[in-house]
Every structure is written in C-alpha cells, then in structure tokens.
C-alpha cells in the first residue's frame, strides 16, 4: 500500500524517534524508494546528519535501474552537505569519497548528454545512454568504453584528473587532439578554442593537467600552419589562461631563439610569429600610462622586438620579413620613450 500524502507530510513534521523505527520497518519489507527518500529527509530535518549523508550515499550507489543518474547525483550533492553539517568524524572522513563520487557522476553525464545530443543516434549508442543512465560506473569502464571510442578527448582528460592518472605523453596526446578537434570546427574556430580553454583552465588550473606553456607554444606552431589563429588572437588569450604578457613575450623570444628552426627558416612561419609580438605590443601601447609603471614589461618588450628588428635588417631577411621593419622601428621608438 503506498502512503498516502497525509502520513508522508505527518512523518516528515514528526520529531519522535518512531518515525524512524516506522520507516525502517515499512522498508525492510520491500517498500519502495518514496519511503527511503522520505527517511533521508526526515534524518536531515532531524539534524542526524550522519545517517542522512549513509542512507543518500547508499542511495547513490543502489543498483535499482528506476533510479536515473540525475538522481544519483541529486544524492550525492546532499549527502556531501549531510556530511559537511554532521560533527561525526567517521563520517565527516567519507567527504573526500563522496566528492570523488559526485565527480566521476559529473563525468558520467557529460558523456551521456554528448551521447544525448546526437541527432540520428545508433542503436548501440541509444544502449549506451540507457547504460549511462543508470548506476555510476567505474571510471576506468567511462574511459575505455565510452569517452575512448567516442573521441571525447575533453572528458578524458577529465577522467584522468578525477583519478588521479598521470602520464606525460598521454596528457601531452590528448592535449594535442583537443587543439586540433577546436580549430577543425568550421564556424570560428579560434573563438571557440579560446572558450573551450577558458573552461578547461577554470577546472584544471595550477594543475599538471593543463600545462599552460607547452599549450600556448602548440598553438602558435598551429597558428602558424594552420592559418586559421590571428596573430592578435593570443593578447586575450593568455588573460583567459592567467599566463602575465611578460611571461609571454619570454616565451615568444624563447620560441624564436631556441625553439623550432622554422621560426626563422620558414618565411610565413617567421612573419607570423613577428607580427604575434608586434600585435602584443601595440595592444599594451594602447594604454602607456599603465605599461611605464612596468620597467619589466617594457624591457621585455623591447628586447622580443630588438631581436626581431635586427633580423629584419640583414641581408638575408625574407621580404615579408623586411616589410615589417619599419613598424617595428616605430614600436622600439615608442617603448623607448616610456623610459
């Protein structure tokens, strides 16, 4: 007999320690997921913290195929503010399994609502988000059953940082895959690789899963092949990636001394990566007040371009390179007068 919305709402109000007993009893003679959701409530109600953050955490992990993955996580969340409230040590230690838990939910749904999104979905694939939608599963099956065979290289990175894997040459692979997946994207590919960054970086920033340099030096290799980055496209970019704008001037001279031979062996590699800096230093000349209270900044700047205009006046500088000497001249001029 299901209970009725009276004694649902009687219980729920009810501070006497029968309710518990009752509950208990109706549910351990088969009754169904009302009466567990009515009694982790009545613990939170109650203050019994700890019972609530068991009971949901259980909840969570229940093989019972009615109970959807939003649900799940639904449980999760209040079972980890269950926790956080509770004064019991034992249960206050659960909290880092339980944000593990609700992560690799998190991890879970993205996969299913990519799957989700397809417009002509397979049967395999309407199979696998039936899958999906049931209990959490282990993230080593998310990875090697789903987020693999589907390409969704965002989400395995994702399922690497939540289990804490770590391998350089995997993390580097799938770093390049994410490059090369944004810019392939017809419609404005470098406004959607700057958003996919900004997002990327928000969750795995001060990380080793997002390492900040090698992927601003992939980008301008890319940037420079592919033809589809402007060369003004990095000022906001490195805002987006708390890179400083001297760290990145660093990294250009770097790149161009030392880095790759075809900085300066290839003609349009060597005119790209020039007018990278020379859009950065025009973008900062736009407020000059603030740029000569930053010595640093200045001296950086100056010595990216100086070494830039130097190679520019040689006998056997490339013509798009000896174009932009005299902006580069005029640049130098205008930094050296901040000092």
């Known amino acids: ?27 351990s003679n088969g009754r169904d997921q009302r009466y567990l959701d009515l009694l982790w409530r009545w613990y939170e109600k109650s203050g019994n913290y700890d019972k609530a953050a068991t009971l949901l955490s259980r909840l969570a992990d229940s093989t019972r195929p009615e109970v959807s993955l939003s649900q799940r996580f639904s449980y999760l969340s209040h079972a980890i503010m269950c926790a956080e409230a509770s004064n019991d040590e034992k249960t206050r230690a659960c909290l880092e399994d339980l944000r593990d838990k609700v992560e690799v939910a998190r991890i879970q749904i993205s996969i299913r609502d990519c799957l989700k999104g397809l417009s002509n979905p397979s049967p395999a694939q309407r199979e696998a988000i039936r899958t999906l939608d049931g209990p959490i599963l282990p993230l ?11 390409d969704l290289f965002k989400i395995q990175l994702s399922i690497y940082h939540c289990g804490r ?6 993390i ?18 470098a406004e959607r690789l700057r958003c996919s960054l ?24 890319k940037g420079a092949t592919s033809r589809t980055i402007d060369p003004s496209f990095y000022f906001d970019l ?3 990636v708390s890179m400083s704008s001297n760290q990145f001037l660093n990294l250009l001279l770097d790149e161009y001394r030392n880095g790759d031979p075809f900085w300066s062996k290839d003609e ?29 900044l200045v001296g950086s700047c100056e010595a990216l371009l100086s070494a ?17 000497s005299s902006p580069l001249s005029v640049l130098l001029h205008r930094l050296n007068g901040l000092r």
């Not at 997002?199 to 992939?218: A, C, D, G």
């Open 238 to 240: 490195i805002k987006d």
């Open 308 to 324: 830039f205009s130097l190679d520019s006046r040689l006998v056997s500088a490339t013509p798009s390179l000896r174009q932009l």
């Open 1 to 27: 007999m299901e209970m009725d919305e009276e004694t649902k709402r009687n219980c729920f109000q009810s501070k006497s320690p029968y309710v518990e007993k009752f509950l208990t009893y109706e549910i």
């Open 198 to 221: 900004k997002e990327l970086h928000s969750i795995f920033n001060r990380t080793k899963y997002f390492p900040t340099e090698w992927i601003v030096r992939r980008l301008l290799a």
């Open 268 to 296: 349009f590699g060597q005119k790209y990566i020039v007018k990278v800096g020379i859009c950065h230093a025009e973008a900062l000349l736009e407020n000059p007040n603030d740029l000569k209270r930053k010595a640093e």
């Open 172 to 189: 580097m692979d799938l770093w390049e895959k994410i490059l090369d997946s944004e810019l392939n994207i017809n419609d404005d590919p």
């Open 140 to 150: 080593q099956d998310l990875l090697f059953n789903f987020a693999v065979p589907l």
């Open 165 to 170: 894997l770590y391998h350089e040459d995997t």
